[in-house]
C-alpha cells in the first residue's frame, strides 16, 4: 500500500492550500484516513480525520479552518486549508487505516510527508 500526498507549498498568512492523498495497492476496505503534522521540534499531531462514513474530528486550533473529505471511489482524502496562519507551517503526513483482505487486522500506512509554510 502507498500513500501519495500533494499539494503543500508557500502561502502568505490568511491564505489557503488543498492537500490531496490517494491510497493505492492492495485494499479491501479503507475504515478511515487523516492528516497530522509536525512541525519542527514538536510532536506529531493529529490535524484532522474522516470515516468511511464521512464522520468527522478536528484538533481545536483548525477546527473552522480547515475541512476534511474524503472520496471513497478514489481512496482520496482531501484537506483544504483556509485562513493559514504561521503556526500552520509544518510537514503534513497523510494516514490511512485500512484492510487488505477480509481475513487481515486493520493496520495504518503513512504518507512521505508534504511541506506547508505559511508566512507572516
Known amino acids: 500500500v502507498q500513500l501519495q500526498a500533494s499539494g503543500g507549498g508557500l502561502v502568505q498568512a490568511g491564505g489557503s492550500l488543498r492537500l490531496s492523498c490517494t491510497a493505492s495497492?492492495?485494499?479491501?476496505?479503507?475504515?478511515?484516513m487523516g492528516w497530522y503534522r509536525q512541525a519542527p521540534g514538536k510532536q506529531r499531531e493529529l490535524v484532522a480525520a474522516v470515516g468511511s462514513d464521512g464522520s468527522t474530528n478536528y484538533a481545536d486550533s483548525v477546527r473552522g479552518r480547515f475541512t476534511i473529505s474524503i472520496d471513497n471511489t478514489k481512496n482520496t482524502v482531501y484537506l483544504q486549508m483556509n485562513s493559514l496562519q504561521p503556526e500552520d507551517t509544518a510537514v503534513y503526513y497523510c494516514?490511512?487505516?485500512?484492510?487488505?483482505?477480509?481475513?487481515?487486522?486493520?493496520?495504518?500506512?503513512w504518507g512521505h510527508g508534504t511541506q506547508v509554510t505559511v508566512s507572516s
Open positions: 495497492g492492495t485494499i479491501f476496505r479503507i475504515n478511515g
Open positions: 494516514n490511512a487505516n485500512l484492510k487488505q483482505a477480509v481475513w487481515r487486522t486493520a493496520k495504518n500506512y
